[in-house]
């Protein structure tokens, strides 16, 4: 159980387990954690993933997301490019990039649900895992 923890918090990696990477017995249940993770390959320490092969650069996250909001009130906040460096997101060569993303509601002490870049994005592009 302490182990599963650990693959989900991500401090483990399911190959740091000997039984499971030597023993043939277990070569189905690899398989299924293969899948089962692949989705958490390449997120931030929030869980944060922006698939560029689906981002439009259309920037609604950007203008959506309340920390740039917040950050930025003569910027992003009046759907205009972000005019500091405080900012979630911005549109870099015309595909959606992450900073700061510590800053984002999703994660530290008072963490919540926000869904706000997730909901206006017309092509899927953002999720956490």
Do not use: W
Not at 26 to 47: C, N
Not at 85 to 99: P, T
Not at 123 to 129: D, G, K, L, R, S
């Amino acid at each position: 159980m302490a182990f599963a923890v650990a693959l989900l918090s991500r401090t483990k990696q399911y190959t740091e387990c000997p039984p499971l990477m030597e023993e043939d017995k277990y070569i189905d249940s690899r398989q299924k954690l293969e899948i089962i993770l692949k989705p958490m390959e390449g997120a931030e320490e929030t869980g944060l993933i922006i698939h560029d092969e689906l981002c439009s650069g259309c920037g609604n996250c950007v203008v959506a997301c309340p920390v740039n909001v917040a950050n930025d009130p003569h910027g992003s906040g009046r759907g205009f490019g972000p005019t500091n460096e405080k900012v979630i997101f911005r549109v870099e060569n015309g595909k959606v990039k992450a900073a700061n993303v510590k800053e984002c509601r999703r994660f530290g002490k008072d963490k919540i649900l926000c869904r706000a870049c997730i909901d206006p994005c017309p092509t899927e592009a953002i999720e956490f895992v």
